[in-house]
């Protein structure tokens, strides 16, 4: 039987202080292709320079002496177009870091846009695995919008800070795509936009903490959103690999050279480098217009273009294919045979090698990209030795500031280009200052060393405000031998039909020793008890009531208390009044239903705010709250870490039931967060009219021809849910 309270546990909570000295911090970086070596840098949009960011951040933290244990997250890939390195659960980095791969979705590698309604399924997989796991993490620190989607609802179901890095933002993307024309629906519906934009808008509203390469980043892209707050804001430039990118040593034999020169009529020439993906935004098709414009830069210099890697141009996606074909054909315009090079592929090990190779030509690295979020290319070519000509949009202006390893240009301006092209290959002094400024300003300001000590004094001053479960779980009066669990609100899905009713509970009682069983409702506790008193339920197992804010184990119906410290963090019920007691549209319903963790009102849709224009509001004042939306008449706001979706991942944690054999019955927007991810779901016929049948991408979710209670139990055939206990397209049906 549950007893005591949230203190009594203190001592043996699994989550450390920030001032400890053995950190666990779980990275999450989900897109995209992530392996310990020969990273494919540049195969497609979603492999480029984040992958490369977190492995070398996880190494550089797994360095040093307060950190214990370092987990780079991401998705596991197993299909036979990509390395089988992809489809190994762990790789190991160093002594204590290592890459762990989750599944998210389909086996096969897709694209970032459609990963978004896989995240709900490889948010309970990972959280499944760190239920496993020694220890839970200390931090948690999500990289793109993807993996801050997943790392928010971690941090809100284990305790934990959540650092969050952007390296792209949506309403920056959207800016940029709009001004070269696509029209807004075509944005949208390509990169999923909206979600994507309303995920960074909740992030930035709740990261204890956001990291940005460049004080340009926070002004100018972090700047388009209305949540975001420079008080919880960190410029940490990230660092550069010294002991890869070096400067050239003379006595060294650079074999891709050989790469090289076979394009070449003038192989000793000076190099002129641009080395990116193949992507639109880098403005190749620009720096060759710049160049074949240019007799005088012909002449000084050969032009070295690496951009990705390919086997047959037709093969690779739209955008790449575009961009390279149109690479071959302004070649051809210009007439530019043998002064360009074009090589095919490179390894990731071989880009140090390419920066000392130009350099030792009396070279310069251009990165002429339309806008850059921070360039830490042009750190690498620093570090190597070769100055540098980037564009002044974004990050280069502070890395140039900062470095003065060579010059800013318009990225649109091809007479600019050639012309800063021209003063640093012809001025020998020139070269050299931006040469040895480089190499110098690199090591002292981008070292991943630095990029470290800056990071952890961040951590240890974030305020201590979590309460993470517990180490060792106390015992509760509910049958922890049972593998499986029905889960049930009251209104519309068990009440309705009296017949469907009785035999749902004789169903029940036949596998009572088999099945746990659970109502989860917006009522509070006393109501939900004399409803189902009145209608013949019997006692349940767990009651999860006012709408996740308080659960209940067995007969004696002992609360949960740790559950209840835990969803007070950041719990402002006097503030949220106060604030919507004005609102049109909005109206209290009565103090019998409120509760300590809940604020139910009336609500007219044709006149009260929508439930996203209201968590504006709260966000707006700081406040980071759940508003729930049911039955089109209905609005409860309740702590940002309760929910009826988060008891329910914390009951089965606590009772050791795989979410993946849990069945949940509901309908309404107040179910949808239990119905998302693992969890089998069903909703009952008569619920059709209700807020997820609204959504299009809910299609995984099995709609029952049958009404009430009996939906529940056509759900229990469908899955097969005493015997398999799988969805009938699921691969354990092949």
Same mark, same amino acid.
């Given at each position: 039987?549950?007893?005591?309270?949230?203190?009594?546990?203190?001592? /043996?909570?699994?989550?450390?202080?920030?001032?400890?000295?053995?950190?666990?911090?779980?990275?999450?970086?989900?897109?995209?292709?992530?392996?310990?070596?020969?990273?494919?840098?540049?195969?497609?949009?979603? /492999?480029?320079?984040?992958?490369?960011?977190? +492995?070398?951040?996880?190494?550089?933290?797994?360095?040093?002496?307060?950190?214990?244990?370092?987990?780079?997250?991401?998705?596991?890939?197993?299909?036979?177009? #990509?390395?089988?390195?992809?489809?190994?659960?762990?790789?190991?980095?160093?002594?204590?870091?290592?890459?762990?791969?989750?599944?998210?979705?389909?086996?096969?590698?897709?694209?970032?846009?459609?990963?978004?309604?896989?995240?709900?399924?490889? /948010?309970?997989?990972?959280?499944?695995?760190?239920?496993?796991?020694?220890?839970?993490?200390?931090?948690?620190?999500?990289?793109?919008?993807?993996?801050?989607? +997943? $790392?928010?609802?971690?941090?809100?179901?284990?305790?934990?800070?959540?650092?969050?890095?952007?390296?792209?933002?949506?309403?920056?993307?959207?800016?940029?795509?709009?001004?070269?024309?696509?029209?807004?629906?075509?944005?949208?519906?390509?990169?999923?936009?909206?979600?994507?934009? &309303?995920?960074?808008?909740?992030?930035?509203?709740?990261?204890? !903490?956001?990291?940005?390469?460049?004080?340009?980043?926070?002004?100018?892209?972090? $700047?388009?959103?209305?949540?975001?707050?420079?008080?919880?804001?960190?410029?940490?430039?990230?660092?550069?690999?010294?002991?890869?990118?070096?400067?050239?040593?003379?006595?060294?034999?650079?074999?891709?050279?050989?790469?090289?020169?076979?394009?070449?009529?003038?192989?000793?020439?000076?190099?002129? !480098?641009?080395?990116?993906?193949?992507?639109?935004?880098?403005?190749?098709?620009?720096?060759?217009?710049?160049?074949?414009?240019?007799?005088?830069?012909? @002449?000084?210099?050969?032009?070295?273009? #690496?951009?990705?890697?390919? &086997?047959?141009?037709?093969?690779? &996606?739209?955008?790449?294919?575009?961009?390279?074909?149109?690479?071959?054909?302004?070649?051809?315009?210009?007439?530019?045979?043998?002064?360009?090079?074009?090589?095919?592929?490179?390894?990731?090990?071989?880009?140090?090698?390419?920066?000392?190779?130009?350099?030792?030509?009396?070279?310069?690295?251009?990165?002429?990209?339309?806008?850059?979020?921070?360039?830490?290319?042009?750190?690498?070519? =620093?570090?190597?030795?070769?100055?540098?000509?980037?564009?002044?949009?974004?990050?280069?202006?502070?890395?140039?500031?900062?470095?003065?390893?060579?010059?800013?240009?318009?990225?649109?301006?091809?007479? %600019?280009?050639?012309?800063?092209?021209?003063?640093? !290959?012809?001025?020998?002094?020139?070269? @050299?200052?931006?040469?040895?400024?480089?190499?110098?300003?690199?090591?002292?300001?981008?070292?991943?060393?630095?990029?470290? %000590?800056?990071?952890?004094?961040?951590?240890?001053?974030?305020?201590?405000?979590?309460?993470?479960?517990?180490?060792?779980?106390?015992?509760?009066? =509910?049958?922890?031998?049972? &593998?499986?669990?029905?889960?049930?609100?009251?209104?519309?899905?068990?009440?309705?039909?009296?017949?469907?009713?009785?035999?749902?509970?004789?169903?029940?009682?036949?596998?009572?020793?088999?099945?746990?069983?659970?109502?989860?409702?917006?009522?509070?506790?006393?109501?939900?008890?004399?409803?189902?008193?009145?209608?013949?339920?019997? *006692?349940?197992?767990?009651?999860?009531?006012?709408?996740?804010?308080?659960?209940?184990?067995?007969?004696?119906?002992?609360?949960?208390?740790?559950?209840?410290?835990?969803?007070?963090?950041?719990?402002?019920?006097?503030?949220?009044?106060?604030?919507?007691?004005?609102?049109?549209?909005?109206?209290?319903?009565?103090?019998?239903?409120?509760?300590?963790?809940?604020?139910?009102?009336?609500?007219?849709?044709?006149?009260?705010?929508?439930?996203?224009?209201?968590?504006?509001?709260?966000?707006?004042? /700081?406040?980071?709250?759940?508003?729930? *939306?049911?039955?089109?008449?209905?609005?409860?706001? +309740?702590? +940002?870490?309760?929910?009826?979706?988060?008891?329910?991942?914390?009951?089965?944690?606590?009772?050791?039931? *795989?979410?993946?054999?849990?069945?949940?019955?509901?309908?309404?927007?107040?179910?949808?967060?239990?119905?998302?991810?693992?969890?089998?779901?069903?909703?009952?016929?008569?619920?059709?009219? @209700?807020?997820?049948?609204?959504?299009?991408?809910?299609?995984?979710?099995?709609?029952?021809?049958?009404?009430?209670?009996?939906?529940?139990?056509?759900?229990?055939?469908?899955?097969?849910?005493?015997?398999?206990?799988?969805?009938?397209?699921?691969?354990?049906? =092949?």
């Amino acid at each position: 039987m549950l007893t005591g309270s949230a203190d009594d546990h203190t001592e /043996t909570i699994r989550c450390r202080s920030m001032q400890g000295t053995d950190l666990y911090i779980c990275l999450l970086s989900i897109h995209g292709l992530i392996r310990g070596t020969n990273l494919e840098l540049g195969r497609d949009a979603d /492999t480029g320079g984040q992958t490369k960011y977190v +492995v070398d951040l996880a190494r550089a933290l797994a360095q040093h002496p307060e950190v214990g244990q370092v987990d780079l997250v991401t998705r596991l890939v197993d299909c036979p177009e #990509v390395s089988p390195n992809y489809a190994q659960p762990e790789e190991r980095l160093c002594d204590n870091a290592r890459i762990v791969r989750i599944e998210c979705g389909p086996a096969e590698y897709i694209p970032k846009e459609k990963l978004w309604y896989h995240l709900d399924a490889f /948010t309970d997989n990972l959280a499944e695995w760190l239920h496993e796991q020694s220890r839970y993490p200390d931090l948690l620190h999500s990289h793109y919008a993807d993996a801050g989607y +997943v $790392g928010l609802r971690l941090s809100n179901l284990f305790g934990v800070p959540l650092i969050h890095t952007g390296h792209s933002l949506g309403r920056d993307k959207r800016k940029r795509l709009l001004a070269a024309g696509h029209a807004t629906s075509e944005i949208n519906e390509t990169y999923n936009m909206p979600l994507r934009i &309303d995920t960074e808008e909740e992030i930035l509203a709740n990261a204890d !903490l956001v990291v940005a390469s460049t004080r340009n980043e926070i002004e100018e892209q972090y $700047g388009l959103y209305k949540f975001q707050d420079p008080d919880r804001m960190a410029v940490i430039p990230p660092g550069t690999d010294l002991s890869s990118f070096r400067p050239f040593d003379p006595d060294e034999d650079i074999a891709f050279k050989s790469e090289v020169d076979r394009f070449l009529a003038d192989p000793d020439k000076p190099l002129i !480098l641009a080395l990116s993906r193949p992507d639109e935004r880098k403005n190749i098709l620009t720096l060759i217009e710049a160049y074949g414009e240019s007799e005088a830069l012909q @002449e000084a210099a050969n032009l070295l273009i #690496v951009a990705g890697n390919r &086997d047959d141009i037709r093969d690779l &996606d739209d955008g790449a294919q575009q961009v390279l074909t149109n690479i071959l054909i302004w070649i051809d315009a210009y007439d530019l045979y043998g002064k360009v090079a074009v090589p095919k592929r490179h390894r990731a090990d071989e880009v140090p090698e390419i920066y000392r190779l130009v350099a030792a030509t009396g070279g310069v690295f251009i990165n002429p990209a339309l806008t850059e979020p921070f360039g830490l290319t042009i750190l690498e070519a =620093a570090a190597s030795g070769l100055p540098v000509v980037a564009t002044e949009n974004g990050g280069p202006v502070e890395i140039i500031g900062n470095c003065e390893c060579g010059e800013l240009v318009d990225p649109l301006d091809r007479e %600019q280009i050639a012309n800063a092209l021209m003063r640093i !290959l012809k001025d020998r002094k020139t070269w @050299e200052r931006y040469s040895t400024n480089g190499i110098k300003r690199v090591v002292e300001t981008y070292s991943w060393e630095a990029h470290v %000590q800056t990071y952890m004094q961040k951590i240890r001053a974030l305020p201590e405000e979590s309460t993470p479960f517990p180490e060792q779980w106390t015992a509760v009066e =509910a049958p922890r031998h049972r &593998d499986r669990m029905i889960v049930s609100g009251l209104d519309q899905s068990l009440i309705g039909n009296p017949e469907s009713l009785s035999r749902f509970v004789e169903v029940v009682r036949e596998k009572r020793k088999s099945v746990t069983t659970c109502i989860a409702t917006g009522r509070r506790l006393d109501d939900a008890l004399g409803l189902m008193k009145k209608h013949g339920i019997a *006692p349940m197992d767990i009651l999860i009531t006012s709408l996740g804010t308080r659960i209940h184990y067995g007969q004696n119906l002992d609360e949960d208390n740790l559950w209840a410290a835990h969803i007070d963090h950041a719990w402002s019920r006097r503030r949220i009044r106060k604030l919507l007691e004005e609102t049109p549209g909005l109206e209290l319903q009565s103090r019998n239903e409120q509760t300590e963790f809940k604020l139910s009102y009336y609500c007219d849709p044709e006149v009260a705010p929508s439930p996203d224009e209201i968590r504006s509001l709260l966000l707006q004042h /700081t406040i980071s709250a759940n508003v729930i *939306p049911s039955f089109g008449m209905f609005l409860d706001i +309740v702590p +940002v870490r309760a929910s009826k979706g988060q008891a329910l991942r914390y009951v089965c944690h606590r009772l050791e039931i *795989p979410l993946d054999q849990v069945l949940v019955a509901g309908g309404s927007g107040a179910d949808e967060d239990m119905m998302r991810g693992n969890t089998l779901a069903v909703v009952p016929k008569n619920r059709e009219h @209700e807020e997820l049948c609204l959504h299009p991408e809910f299609d995984r979710i099995y709609f029952s021809p049958e009404s009430f209670a009996a939906g529940i139990l056509d759900a229990v055939e469908h899955y097969d849910f005493f015997g398999r206990c799988t969805a009938p397209d699921s691969p354990a049906e =092949a």
